[in-house]
């Protein structure tokens, strides 16, 4: 990560990451440790919701009533096939935020931590839906219970580094699968909306080497998950049988239950421009 920095924002492309513009088709293996879903996840959003890089989309997230709460979840995924090739991803969703006065919604889900496991995913998730994705280590585990998910994120010795990663997980969890079968389900049918609304995010100087580009307006997207899905279980495997370090990434208290899509296709679509003049427009590639 990069704590030696600017809040200024780039959309200049770095020519050492490949350009893959929304809208992307994606397959993979989906865990969501639900956290919430009419209440809240957490009493308050705390420092570790957020990389010190956005410090602005903390400080609007952490305005009186901004936090709303409703749907809440972490999620880690893996990717098989994308535009830019597999990688792994863990973020967090603690709920929603009220979204800007300029939207036709009052509030919307935000992501607000994210961590990918390539800079090519890093570069192009930022720039395309300003998801303020940064670099980790990802683990995954099999065993005869159950598999283990840890996850490292990025300590840089400089703010060029990408390769130098802490020893000890942000994240770690045992996740064991149902032995019930998987049913069919479609993220179309959900009862409640679960469009994400992402604020502007700030560059790194260090962008071209390091991925993290800026944005410099508000954007509306809705991904769609289809696929099967089944239930699991999982335990936290930090200090206090924690999921989160509460310092790379949240303490969070999922479900006893989990939804696990063993695999399934997900819709990315081309991100929408909010603005004070036109509410939804599509985001210029």
Known sequence: MDHDHNPSTTANPPSRFPEAPAPWILKGEAYWFITSVFGRSTPSITPSYFDLLEAQSAKLATEPGAFKGGVGMAVVMRYTESPVGAYDELLIVPGAFT??????????IRITRIYVSTLASLYNGRK?????????????????????????????????????????PCFAASVTLSWMPAIPYDTRITP???????????????????????????????????GKVKTFTSK???????????????????????????ECLIDFPASKTLTEKTSEDPVSQ
């Open 99 to 108: 979204s800007p006065k300029f939207d036709k919604d009052k509030e919307n």
């Open 128 to 168: 395309n839906w300003h998801t303020a994705k940064h670099l980790a280590k990802f683990e995954f585990m099999k065993g005869p219970s159950g598999t283990v998910i840890r996850v490292f994120p990025l300590v840089p010795l400089s703010p060029e580094d990408t390769t130098t990663f802490s020893d000890q």
């Open 192 to 226: 409640f909306t679960l469009d994400i609304v992402q604020p502007p995010i700030e560059a790194s100087p260090q962008a071209e080497i390091n991925g993290l580009v800026g944005t410099d307006h508000w954007t509306k997207f809705l991904p769609v998950y289809k």
């Open 236 to 262: 936290g495997l930090l200090e206090g049988d924690e999921y989160g370090d509460d310092v790379y990434f949240p303490k969070f208290s999922p479900w006893r239950i989990g939804v696990h899509w063993p």
